[in-house]
């Protein structure tokens, strides 16, 4: 006599989906160093103007948009498991690189200490920053081109392990690493800076750049042992295999047997411009929070970023944005409650979310009241952004098969990336510009008013790209 017992389902893409989530907050802890100690430590050092670390922000974003055009197809190619250790190994490398851009500098310069530095005035001076600016410059060569492997294998892995009912949910888990990032750099970061510089190590900077750096070296350890492909992981049950399979077998089938697409192919296609549009209209608001947010707590409140308001300002912001983890959630809900499919309920969702960024046009002139109301008003911005990119993320694993999810979450990227590099540069000049000739706009003068403008185009965004979106892609219309 027969019996059968239905087997429980292992878990173990959640185990998969923590280690996305630990390479993202590794990779945004990373990114944040430079935005944390420039204005309060390294500029001082450099002699930097707003313009400077403008230039400095900028080519990190073209380098990182570039390639991204090729990490994608790097990552397809290489599969996730080896892709993944290269890309965190380059850029673990690039972080710790920024420790010795003090030292190349006072060496080409001529001077012996970071004292001699920040005392050096005319001809020295303006050398140093421009010297000192290249080195940096170099050093986020290599950060970004680490770096643009994060999503597409990130992306690619959830593609490999998640049902398409579930990619939304999982995206949004390990995109909340950016802000977990973001939300502990401020409280470790100038700390070490401050620390390290009091026991006369560098000028402190130097030591947070390598120990945030030394993090993404401990996370390749650990993947070569918890990664392995779905279909031949020995931890993943027949249960739990059936249910990340449960989408379609044929489809499946179909994909293995379909040849791969190539990128001429991808980028003539109308899912594809959604999509690369859609990031390229509104990434750049969460880039210039990223690495603007300090400074603009230093120029409007007066709070360097190693006072203990200044890094519970930033703290609160990034705590606000986690809000997002519900951003996920919300496509599923209405899927199971319409039916639907996943494109449509999740346009749905990020209709929603593209409403929310509107409040930004009131932060700096609540400011007047208290910087605490500016700052939950850009949390909540910043929580609208992540909830929007983790399900543009999904859009293109529910538009495009598998195979191709890496080239078109790199394309992304890429778009992300210039759009990320138009801000920064931009930026940076707006400010030096308004604050020298005095510009007035909406009431704000100087720097309050060149803030003003941006947070003006940040807040329209998202709703000018779900309008470019729904255009490209009225209905769900996957590429076969």
Same mark, same amino acid.
């Given at each position: ?136 410059? @170099? ?7 680490? =770096? !643009?492997?994060?999503?597409?294998? &990130?992306? /690619?892995? $959830? ?82 295999? @059936? ?7 044929? =489809? !499946?089938?179909?994909?293995?047997? &379909?040849? /791969?697409? $190539? ?98 046009? &009131? ?118």
């Amino acid at each position: 006599m027969m019996t059968s017992v239905r087997e429980k389902m292992t878990n173990y893409r959640w185990l998969i989906c923590i280690m996305l989530f630990l390479a993202t907050t590794i990779n945004y802890l990373d990114r944040q160093c430079l935005s944390l100690t420039w204005k309060d430590f390294i500029a001082p050092e450099f002699h930097w103007s707003n313009t400077d670390y403008g230039n400095v922000a900028g080519a990190f974003a073209i380098v990182y948009a570039i390639c991204n055009v090729f990490s994608g197809r790097i990552i397809d190619w290489l599969g996730t498991r080896k892709g993944y250790l290269w890309a965190i190994g380059i850029w673990s490398t690039g972080a710790c690189l920024h420790a010795v851009c003090g030292w190349a500098t006072e060496h080409v310069v001529g001077v012996h200490s970071a004292a001699e530095l920040i005392g050096a005035t005319g001809d020295v001076a303006a050398m140093a920053s421009m010297v000192s600016v290249y080195f940096f410059l @170099a050093a986020r060569v290599v950060l970004a081109a680490g =770096e !643009s492997g994060n999503f597409p294998s &990130a992306v /690619k892995v $959830t593609a490999e392990y998640f049902p398409k009912r579930d990619r939304a949910f999982a995206t949004s888990i390990f995109n909340a690493g950016s802000t977990i990032g973001a939300l502990i750099a401020p409280l470790c970061v100038p700390t070490l800076a401050a620390f390290f510089k009091r026991n006369g190590v560098g000028n402190g900077w130097e030591m947070s750049f390598v120990i945030i750096g030394l993090l993404g070296f401990i996370w390749m350890g650990l993947w070569v042992f918890i990664y392995k492909p779905m279909r031949t992981n020995r931890h993943v049950n027949s249960a739990e295999r @059936a249910y990340i399979l449960s989408d379609s077998d044929e =489809e !499946s089938k179909e994909e293995d047997k &379909a040849p /791969k697409m $190539t990128l001429s192919q991808v980028i003539r296609l109308r899912q594809t411009w959604a999509i690369v549009l859609g990031k390229f209209l509104t990434d750049g608001v969460w880039w210039f929070f990223l690495f603007w947010t300090p400074a603009y707590i230093s120029d409007i409140y007066g709070y360097t970023s190693d006072t203990f308001m200044a890094q519970m300002l930033i703290f609160v912001l990034y705590a606000i944005t986690m809000l997002s983890l519900y951003g996920g959630k919300l496509p599923t809900i209405f899927i199971n409650r319409t039916g639907k499919d996943a494109y449509s309920c999740r346009m749905r969702a990020m209709l929603i979310f593209a409403l929310f960024p509107l409040l930004g046009l &009131a932060a700096q002139p609540l400011g007047s009241v208290s910087c605490w109301i500016t700052i939950i008003l850009i949390g909540i911005v910043g929580a609208a952004h992540q909830s929007w990119s983790a399900n543009l993320y999904s859009v293109g694993s529910d538009l495009f098969p598998k195979r191709a999810v890496a080239t078109i979450t790199g394309l992304n990227g890429m778009a992300g990336g210039v759009s990320s590099f138009l801000i920064n540069m931009l930026s940076g000049r707006l400010i030096d510009w308004a604050d020298a000739g005095k510009v007035m706009f909406l009431g704000f003068q100087g720097k309050e008013a060149a803030y003003m403008m941006i947070f003006c185009y940040c807040s329209v965004a998202y709703l000018v790209g779900w309008t470019v979106m729904k255009t490209l892609v009225p209905k769900y219309n996957p590429v076969k």
